[in-house]
C-alpha cells in the first residue's frame, strides 16, 4: 500500500513556525551580565545578531550606520540603481571612521589672511584647519588658539605669521592605539596623516577617537562594516561591471538578493560574479536541508568567500509568496533545515534566519533552532531610520512598509528578478503602514534584552550555546495559554 502523498502531508517533517514552539527551560550557572549575544558571520564578528532587511522601505544608508554603530548589520537594498547603491555604500564606508579623508580635510594656503581662517572656524564648527601650499604639502597646522587678539591683524595677517609650524603627525595606516597616544602625550586635538614626502593624507581628531560606540561593527581599518544586496544576475555591459567594481571597494560583504536561490541560473550567475568581485557572499534565500546540501557540495562557488546563507521564505510579514504559489519554508522550519546540513557539510558557513519575526521571543528560538544572527524588517520599518516620512493616520504616527514584491516596489524596474523572471503580473508581496515606533536604538534595545533574557532562562551562556538548548512543540491550547488570557481588556 503507497503512502508516498499521505506521508507529504502527514509525515514527521511538521512545517513548525515560532508561534508552534518554545524554548524548555534550562539550568543557569552563570550571572545574568555573564551572557554573551555576539555572534560571526563568516570572518566579522558582530556584537550583536541583529540584522535589518534589504528593502527599500527599511535599509539606506542611515540604517544601515545606525545598525552597524550598534553592533549589528543593515543590508542595503537593491531596488535602484548601481549608481546609488554606489552612494549608500559610500556613505556608510566613511560614516564615523576615526579617520576624516584627506579630501574632506579642511586646509588653508600660508598665504591666506587669517580673517579667511576665522571664518572657516565659525561656519563649519571646526577648531583647528591644515596649512597646505600650492605643492598640497603640508606647512603647518592653524587653529582657534592661533587668532590674533587685534581685528587689524586678523583682517589683514597672514595665516603662515601666526600657524604653528611644529606640526605633530601620524604615518598613513597608523592605528587608534597609537593615534591616542600621540594626542594624549602632546596634548593636541588634531592630528594630520602626512605621508613620507609631505603630503596630507587625512586627519584623527581627538572628538573621532573616543568610542561613543564602543560594540560598532567594524572593518580593520576602523570603518563601518557595509552590506550590499546584489541580483544574482551577471551584468554583461562592461559599464555596468565597472561600476559593480567600484562598489566592491565599498562593501564587505554581498547578500545575493532573491525570494529563491535554488535554482540553476542564479548559482551560475553568483558564480560569475564571485570571481568578478573580492568581497565576501552570502547567498540566499533558501528553505530546506537538500537546497543547502547542493549549495555547499553540487556548487562552484569561490569557497573562502562564501560565508554565510540566508534562509526563510513566505514568512515575512509582508509576503504573499506563498499564498500565492502555495509554495513555502517559515523561517523557523527553514532555519532547523539548513542548520542540520550545515553541521553535516560546512560548519563554518553562517545561517542567517530572515524574516516573519513579531515578537522578540522569536529570535531565542531562531538561535535555538542553529542560526547565527536574525534578519527583519518587520521591526525596524516604522522606525525614525527607515527610509520615507512619517504620516499621520487617525491621530497615530506611521511610516509605510512594503515588501519588495508588491506591486509597489516591482514598478521600479529594479528588483523583478527577486522573483520569477518574466512573472509580471503576480504579486508576492504588500504594501502598508506600520506604527512609527522611535529610533532604531530603542527597538534594539528591547530586541536584546528579550534575547539576553531567553538565554538566561534556557540556560544558554553564548548563541552558540543556545543552539543546544531545547524546543518543544506547543499544543493550541497551550499557545492560548502562554499569551495573556481571560483579562478584560483585549491584547
Ligand atoms: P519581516 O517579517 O521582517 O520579513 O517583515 C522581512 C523579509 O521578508 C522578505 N521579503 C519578502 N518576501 N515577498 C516575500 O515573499 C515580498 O514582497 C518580500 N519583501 C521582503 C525578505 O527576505 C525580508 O528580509
Known amino acids: 500500500m503507497s503512502d508516498k502523498y499521505r506521508k507529504k502531508i502527514h509525515s514527521e517533517e511538521i512545517i ?6 518554545l524554548i524548555l527551560p534550562g539550568f543557569t550557572n552563570f550571572a545574568p551580565q555573564d551572557v554573551d549575544i555576539s555572534s560571526n558571520l563568516g570572518k566579522y564578528h558582530l556584537n550583536l545578531p541583529i540584522m535589518s532587511s534589504a528593502m ?12 552597524a554603530l550598534h553592533g549589528g548589520l543593515g543590508v542595503l537594498h537593491r531596488n535602484c540603481s548601481y549608481e546609488r547603491q554606489l552612494e549608500m555604500c559610500r ?5 564615523r571612521s576615526f579617520v ?11 598665504n591666506a589672511k587669517v580673517a579667511k581662517a576665522k571664518f572657516m572656524m565659525e561656519n563649519y564648527n571646526i577648531s583647528g584647519i591644515v596649512v597646505v601650499n600650492e605643492d598640497k604639502k603640508v606647512c603647518g597646522i592653524f587653529t582657534k588658539r592661533d587668532i590674533p587678539f587685534l581685528e587689524q591683524d586678523i583682517q589683514n595677517g597672514a595665516i603662515k605669521d601666526y600657524m604653528t609650524m611644529d606640526v605633530i603627525s601620524i604615518k598613513p595606516g597608523a592605528s587608534r592605539e597609537e593615534a591616542r597616544k600621540i594626542l594624549y602625550e602632546s596634548r593636541k586635538e588634531k592630528l594630520p596623516i602626512i605621508d613620507k614626502d609631505g603630503f596630507l593624507k587625512g586627519l584623527i581628531t ?12 567594524k572593518d580593520e581599518e576602523g570603518h563601518l562594516l557595509c552590506g550590499l544586496a546584489l541580483s544574482p544576475r551577471f551584468p554583461e555591459s562592461s559599464e555596468s561591471q565597472k561600476l559593480l567594481k567600484e562598489i566592491d571597494k565599498y562593501v564587505d560583504i554581498f547578500f545575493i538578493d532573491v525570494a529563491d536561490f535554488y535554482k540553476k541560473d542564479d548559482i551560475i550567475g553568483t558564480t560569475k560574479l564571485m570571481k568578478l568581485l573580492e568581497s565576501d557572499f552570502v547567498l540566499g534565500n533558501i528553505g530546506t536541508y537538500q537546497a543547502a546540501e547542493y549549495l555547499i557540495t553540487k556548487s562552484d562557488f569561490v569557497e573562502d568567500r562564501f560565508i554565510g546563507l540566508k534562509v526563510g521564505m513566505g514568512s515575512g510579514s509582508i509576503c504573499t509568496t506563498s499564498i500565492q504559489t502555495g509554495v513555502g519554508a517559515p523561517t523557523l522550519f527553514a532555519t532547523a533545515q539548513v542548520a542540520d546540513a550545515i553541521q553535516d557539510y560546512n560548519s563554518k558557513l553562517s545561517l542567517i534566519a530572515d524574516g516573519g519575526f513579531i515578537k522578540p521571543g522569536d529570535l531565542p528560538k531562531a538561535f535555538a533552532a542553529g542560526a547565527d544572527l ?22 497615530r504616527k506611521v511610516k509605510v512598509y512594503r515588501g519588495m514584491g508588491s506591486k509597489e516596489a516591482r514598478t521600479s524596474g529594479y528588483i523583478s528578478d527577486r522573483y520569477i523572471e518574466g512573472s509580471k503580473m503576480l504579486t508576492e508581496g504588500v504594501s502598508n503602514y506600520v506604527p512609527y515606533v522611535g529610533d532604531v536604538a530603542g527597538v534594539l534595545a528591547t530586541l536584546k534584552e528579550g534575547l539576553a533574557n531567553g538565554m538566561i532562562y534556557a540556560g544558554a551562556r553564548s548563541i552558540q550555546d543556545m543552539k543546544e538548548v531545547s524546543l518543544g512543540i506547543v499544543s493550541i491550547v497551550g499557545q492560548r495559554e502562554t499569551q495573556p488570557h481571560d483579562l478584560i481588556g483585549k491584547f
Not at 513548525?16 to 514552539?21: C, E, G, L, M, S
Open 91 to 95: 556613505i556608510v564606508k566613511r560614516a
Open 56 to 67: 527599500d522601505t527599511v535599509t539606506e544608508e542611515v540604517m544601515a550606520i545606525n545598525m
Open 206 to 217: 581627538k572628538k573621532d577617537l573616543a568610542p561613543e560606540f564602543p560594540f560598532a561593527s
Open 374 to 395: 536574525i534578519m527583519s524588517g518587520h521591526f525596524f520599518a516604522g522606525t525614525e531610520e527607515s527610509p520615507g516620512f512619517i504620516d499621520t493616520i487617525a491621530g
Open 100 to 110: 576624516i579623508d584627506d579630501e574632506h580635510v579642511a586646509t588653508i594656503n600660508p
Open 16 to 21: 513548525a513556525t515560532f508561534q508552534d514552539v
